[in-house]
């Protein structure tokens, strides 16, 4: 459910929805950084307390970090929650969204530690079975 109230920042998650999809993608060969407009935000909720910035560790389409306390993270959540392929991605890693004070969009998918134990050993194992 989309929520459009005052200093709601859905529509302009939405708005970011391709990038935000793009970016994620992207972000499994390396970190990605996207430039925001800062007048975009302001306009939506000038009295905003504590700033802009955030981080949301989400994985399986949900925070596993506290966002409550920052509407512009949640309302971020509810947009991927809506995109199939955020929901998709967010099953196969844990991405960390972060935005910074000069409205840089932070985009890194952490790799999962048992995934990368699992890789370990099979690399492991091939390279013995060449000896």
Known sequence: MLTDNKGSYVYLWNKYRPVLLKLMTAAAIEPQDYRLYAHEFQSLNPRQK??????????GGKAINNIRNSPVAMDLLQVLQLSRR?????????FELSMDKNFV????????IGKEVTDE???????EGTK
């Not at 969009?105 to 999962?112: P, S, T």
């Not at 050993?121 to 390279?127: S, Y």
Request: proline fraction near 0%; glycine fraction near 8%; hydrophobic fraction near 30%.
């Open 105 to 112: 969009l932070h985009v890194n998918r952490k790799e999962e």
């Open 121 to 127: 050993k099979e690399a492991e194992g091939h390279d």
């Open 86 to 94: 955020a929901v998709e991605l967010m099953e196969e890693a844990t």
């Open 50 to 59: 504590g700033g802009y910035t955030f981080t949301l560790e989400a994985r």
